[in-house]
């Protein structure tokens, strides 16, 4: 009775045990991850990739690297839960809320979903000349201006970029990051 | 002491799995943009937008589905899902995977009661046979999604797409995979598989999978065997083999707007009594063997912002080995006729000859789609194709005679069949929550008569809810084997019948359906008018006088005859929840199937037959639970099917003891319980799965045919354990 209660405890050691080295071992992507996580992440990556003029003050350490929103959203949600302990550009990133559009002027990137197509179109003829990236991920929001407009294909986040309207916002983007994307230009021309 | 130690390992474990459990964005963070643009990704609200969009009843297996439930195959995959019952996994010579759907049974050739398609080629025999591609020749390793749509639809996918549609949509996007599994009864599955992104013009793939079995322990007389009255004497009875191997090559490229697919199918399956442990290569079997190939051309270009058009070609080739045979023991040792060309082929030839069986297909296709915003909120898609099918249909120059091998036999067997047809379907949005669809079909036949198919769809949705409301007709073509097979028994003369008319089906159909978060609950109800519904192989009323070897016989005359009209109706629950943030996802689906068909006979009095009274389950209920945390899944699903049962024609012959009273063939109730174990990517893209199919070990059976040969009860699948590693490069 001593051996097999000796036994049983050992094959639970050995049970748990290799449940701890599964559960050690170096972390991998899991099958699927959602899409609005990849989006988030992307964020970052854009913003290694492209220079903000002196002008923006992005040198300065001492000032955040500001994310403006426009609405609260499981997206939103996500963008803060994100971010709220990271840093970009080495600085350390708030998201702001705008109230109204001349709000932007205070942000460095702006997350633009889906509205209507004026208040877009307004919010864009405000930044235009603005350096501030605009990240969207509506259909169409590329050839409106949006800078960087996100997209699903083939079950893959892809992005295109407007790079007419990246220039006259005063950014740069490497060509590091506009080879990965699908160059777009205004519908009209403006 | 003990004790202690046991709570440190498992508090140990515990911090372990709170320290991993962390935030996927931590993970994603140190990946560079083109490994980011290479993670695959679930869209929120893509299962809703989908339904939303398609006008009909759909149910979509994804990719993880797949993985997570441990699907290996087609018929693996629609075992689960609402309306589909198995009839036979294990079909008329040896041939698996036939299966009803909303209480249409699958024709004795095999299935033909709807569509199948590979993306959006028809994969179906052109020449109607269904024949010998049962649903387990599908393996699903390069699948992206399995969209099956309900109900007739043959205005936009043309005949066939009689009571289903079932779409195969491969994988696109770049990926490098191989797996290999080994089960019970020596089962095996492979694969590999690539899809290469040369440039951003130039993608290839190639993809290779094959399944072999045993299907059962060849070292003990199963149930099966023992089922089989007629079998060889000794030592033929030594060991008792049944195996299957399914093979399947997919080569594609994809330049721009061209594309070429080429897809192979090589079958065979076989029932051996005997010592030889080489399955294919027999002392005394019933062996099948078949070549399917597809060759896929099409290029798409878009014209205007407005306006894109496809331009396609099909050619397809489906062909049983002329070696597919029986063997009967009444040939045992009977005076042969013999041609050298028989003993190179078959050198056992002279125990007593064999009954070889030959059909072929060879069809070409070619059409133009054309897909077109007419104005903002109006689309359409409008297309003609031509046909050209040359059907021989499932023939057997008798017992102990040659098989089919020469082109000279086969000229003489062939029928040549032109199919041309026209559709359009207009795809209106009166506003953002009301869609209509309304499409027709025309199609035109050399050989049977011109069939018009109409279609119309509403769709509603408010707040969270779904509405569909449809409307449609299908038609499914005479088989070449329903109008032109004839064979010579001794209990029977099946003659053919040329002025088959197609079978036509008429529906209306609504569904319900309410979406939260990621769930979802929805209520379907159906109702199917069939006209000129074909019986195969029913008694004319006359009888024949025959001669075979050196005995006469006087046997009665068959032909497949439209002699049934009848109905079909149904309703159907299903529900998805998740819990615990998605980590346990429950889904349940029940499905009640009624109906009637009222067969004509030749002295004008009507039979008719309850659908549940011609192997169909009234009520089916699937139940499934899936567990996931972090890389680990674990799917348990149940499937009850209710009792089911047949009037068979075997009242008189040596399977009579299977029969009741009344001379039917009952089925009882069961239960199957089948789980998966899932870890994926364990270390360097390595994931592992252990499944059990058939947990409880439940003995129950299947029918395949209806013919007064073989055995009428089938011995389905029975507990299969399995284990297998898939690695992504």
């Excluded at chain 2, 149940?638 to 068979?648: C, D, G, L």
Aim: glycine share 6%; proline share 3%.
């Amino acid at each position: 009775m001593i051996l097999a209660e000796m036994k049983k405890i050992v094959y639970l050691k050995i049970c748990v045990t290799s449940l701890v080295i599964c559960f050690s071992l170096p972390a991998s992507i899991t099958c699927q991850v959602e899409e609005n996580v990849i989006k988030t992440v992307f964020f970052q990556r854009f913003a290694d990739f492209t220079t903000w003029p002196a002008s923006s003050k992005i040198q300065d350490k001492s000032s955040p690297f500001v994310i403006g929103l426009l609405a609260k959203s499981n997206f939103s949600n996500m963008i803060e839960k994100t971010y709220s302990e990271k840093t970009i550009y080495n600085k350390h990133v708030k998201i702001k809320y705008l109230n109204n559009i001349s709000e932007a002027e205070q942000c460095h990137m702006i997350y633009i979903p889906k509205l209507c197509s004026h208040e877009v179109e307004d919010l864009l003829a405000f930044t235009k000349d603005k350096p501030i990236l605009s990240i969207g991920d509506t259909k169409g929001y590329g050839q409106m201006g949006v800078h960087i407009n996100l997209y699903t294909l083939e079950d893959g986040i892809r992005f295109e970029i407007n790079e007419t309207a990246v220039k006259k916002s005063g950014l740069h983007i490497s060509h590091l990051l506009l080879d990965f994307a699908t160059i777009v230009t205004y519908q009209e021309n403006k | 002491m003990a004790i202690t130690q046991m709570k440190t390992l498992l508090l140990s474990a515990l911090i372990c799995t709170s320290i991993y459990a962390q935030p996927d964005t931590d993970e994603l963070s140190k990946l560079s943009i083109e490994e980011l643009m290479r993670v695959e990704v679930i869209t929120p609200g893509k299962f809703e937008q989908e339904n939303w969009k398609a006008s009909g009843k759909v149910f979509i297996i994804d990719q993880w589905m797949i993985k997570d439930r441990g699907y290996k195959d087609l018929l693996e995959a629609l075992r689960d899902i609402p309306f589909f019952q198995v009839q036979s996994e294990f079909g008329h010579w040896t041939k698996g995977g036939i299966i009803n759907l909303r209480g249409h049974r699958s024709g004795d050739s095999g299935n033909n009661k709807f569509l199948v398609l590979i993306d959006g080629t028809k994969i179906s025999d052109d020449a109607e046979e269904g024949l010998y591609m049962g649903m387990n020749s599908f393996p699903l390793n390069d699948v992206k999604q399995i969209e099956i749509v309900y109900g007739p639809n043959s205005t936009l996918y043309g005949r066939d797409a009689y009571a289903a549609m079932i779409n195969i949509i491969t994988r696109t996007a770049e990926y490098a995979e191989a797996g290999f599994s080994y089960g019970t009864y020596d089962s095996q599955n492979i694969f590999a598989g690539l899809n290469k992104k040369f440039s951003s013009d130039l993608t290839g793939n190639i993809n290779f999978s094959q399944y072999l079995s045993d299907e059962q322990d060849p070292r003990n007389i199963s149930v099966t065997y023992l089922n089989r009255h007629i079998f060889p004497n000794a030592p033929f009875t030594e060991n008792f083999y049944r195996a299957s191997r399914n093979s399947r090559l997919n080569l594609g490229l994809k330049y721009r707007g061209l594309k070429l697919n080429y897809i192979l199918f090589d079958l065979e399956g076989s029932e051996t009594y005997g010592g030889n442990p080489d399955f294919y290569l027999t002392d005394y079997s019933t062996q099948t063997k078949l070549i399917n190939q597809v060759l896929q051309a099409s290029y798409e270009t878009r014209i205007t912002s407005d306006l894109s058009t496809e331009a396609y070609f099909n050619y397809k080739n489906y062909e049983l080995d002329p070696s597919t045979a029986n063997l009967y023991t009444e040939d045992f040792n009977r005076g042969l006729i013999s041609a050298d060309s028989i003993e190179q082929i078959d050198p056992l030839f002279g125990y007593g000859g064999r009954k070889y069986y030959y059909f072929r297909t060879m069809a070409y296709k070619t059409g133009v789609k054309l897909v077109s915003n007419l104005l903002d909120k109006l689309t359409n898609v409008s297309g003609a194709d031509v046909n050209y099918v040359y059907g021989i249909p499932v023939i057997s120059a008798g017992k102990g005679m040659p098989p089919i091998t020469t082109e000279k036999q086969r000229d003489a067997l062939e029928h040549y069949i032109r199919n041309g047809d026209l559709f359009t379907e207009f795809n209106y949005e009166l506003s953002d929550n009301l869609n209509i669809a309304l499409g027709a079909r025309a199609d035109f036949n050399s050989n049977f008569e011109n069939t018009f198919m109409p279609r119309l769809a509403i769709n509603t949705r408010f707040s969270n809810n779904i509405i569909k409301i449809i409307l449609s007709k299908g038609y499914l073509a005479p088989s070449i084997t329903q109008s032109y097979f004839s064979s010579l028994n001794t209990f029977s003369l099946i003659t053919p019948n040329s002025d088959l008319r197609p079978e036509k089906i008429s529906g209306a159909e609504a569904e319900w359906m309410y979406l939260w978060n990621n769930s979802h609950i929805s209520a379907n109800v159906f109702y199917n008018k069939l006209k000129d519904g074909i019986i195969e192989s029913i008694p004319t009323g006359e009888t024949a006088e025959v001669v075979i070897g050196n005995k006469k016989y006087i046997v009665p005359v068959l032909k497949s005859q439209n002699v049934s009209n009848g109905n079909r109706r149904g309703f159907g629950l299903e529900l998805r929840n998740s819990y615990i943030d998605n980590k346990l996802i429950i889904t349940a689906n029940y499905s009640l199937i009624a109906g009637e068909d009222k067969i004509n006979q030749n002295n004008g009095s009507v039979i008719i037959v309850p659908v549940d009274e011609n192997l169909n389950s009234t009520h089916t209920l699937n139940l499934g639970a899936l567990m996931k945390y972090d890389r680990f899944s674990l799917y348990a699903s149940a499937q009850w099917f209710s009792k089911r049962k047949i009037k068979s024609h075997h009242s008189t012959t040596l399977y009579s003891e299977f029969l009741d009273n009344e001379g039917y063939l009952n089925f009882d109730p069961v239960l199957l319980v089948n789980i998966n174990f899932r870890v994926n990517k364990i270390f360097n893209g390595v994931s592992l799965y252990s499944k059990v199919t058939n947990l409880l070990d439940k003995e129950y059976y299947g029918q395949s045919i209806t013919a007064n040969w073989g055995s009428p009860k089938i011995l389905q699948n029975l507990r299969r354990i399995e284990a297998g590693f898939e690695y992504s490069f």
